[in-house]
């Protein structure tokens, strides 16, 4: 059990990091309208949704995501944890990666 929790912790803080270094040598969009805007035009690469981002809001991205041909993954955070792993003051339920720079999200975010 307690082998669990930790591979849990590190694959969030995994997570974090990478989303950093996207923050910082790539570009993403935060927040729900921004996110579908990137999505019709096709321009994103991956969407990460807080857990607790409304249902309705979710399953709307999550179809967009799905007739776009985008990866949508869960963050195991809520949108205050997701703002500040961003490295932003404040909350964020939806982050979009439009370019991950330096950043290996993708293939890290298909291993969890």
């Known amino acids: 059990m307690e082998r669990a929790t930790k591979k849990k912790k590190a694959t ?3 997570i974090n990091a990478r989303l950093a270094l996207v923050m910082k040598s790539g570009k993403a969009v935060l927040g729900h309208k921004s996110t579908l805007k990137s999505l019709r035009l096709g321009k994103a690469k991956i969407v990460l949704i807080s857990s607790n981002c409304p249902p309705l809001r979710r399953s709307e991205i999550e179809y967009y995501a799905m007739l776009a041909k985008t990866a ?3 963050y195991a955070g809520n949108n205050i944890t997701l703002g500040t792993a ?3 003051m ?3 339920s939806v982050v979009t990666v439009i370019d991950v720079g330096d950043s290996d999200i993708l293939r890290s975010a298909d291993g969890q």
Do not use: I
Request: proline fraction near 8%.
């Open 72 to 74: 949508v993954h869960p």
């Open 12 to 14: 969030g803080e995994n």
């Open 86 to 88: 961003c490295g932003k």
């Open 90 to 92: 404040f909350r964020t």
